[in-house]
């Protein structure tokens, strides 16, 4: 099975799409960052939307991308080893994925993040199972190894969308 299976390009593609149009959606998906995206432009689109928003900038167009992915030297390493097109070509594909209503939006964002837990779980448990045939685990190492390795995973994709009212819980 090709890992590639796990992603959704069209949803990534929807949420960059969306944060053009309504730059502050973002506040509601604190909880997506841009290595859960599978498109590494993507993800280095949605690093620099991020990073636009918390600056306080929300004229998310080509111009202000650009400026920003050029301002961190590891993405600008990432657009080159990736022969990216220009930020002006991607912007006009996203506005026909843009989604307008917060409930899309979401929808999207949870799709994204449920396919890089999937991706990371794959890989996961294939590293686990080679851990198997490894005659050095006994029994207790490879327990805790195998629990240690869940638990960091789990930990990283740890969100909710639930909000918690203190009189709801409490009588």
Request: aromatic share 12%.
């Amino acid at each position: 099975m090709d890992i590639a299976e796990l992603s959704d390009i069209q949803s990534e593609s929807g949420v960059i799409g969306t944060l053009i149009y309504h730059p502050e959606f973002i506040l509601h998906t604190d909880y997506l960052q841009p290595g859960y995206f599978f498109g590494v432009e993507n993800g280095c689109i949605y690093w620099a939307i991020q990073e636009l928003y918390k600056s306080g900038i929300t004229n998310i167009d080509a111009y202000n991308i650009s400026n920003k992915l050029q301002s961190n030297k590891s993405v600008q390493k990432t657009i080159e080893k990736y022969n990216l097109p220009s930020v002006q070509e991607f912007i006009e594909l996203y506005k026909e994925t843009a989604r307008h209503t917060m409930e899309e939006y979401k929808m999207l964002a949870d799709n994204i993040v449920t396919l890089a837990f999937k991706r990371d779980l794959v890989k996961t448990l294939n590293q686990l199972s080679a851990n198997c045939f490894n005659p050095d685990y006994e029994l207790e190492k490879l327990n805790n190894v195998v629990y240690g390795e869940l638990d960091k995973l789990t930990q990283k994709y740890i969100s909710t969308n639930d909000i918690h009212i203190l009189g709801n819980d409490i009588d």
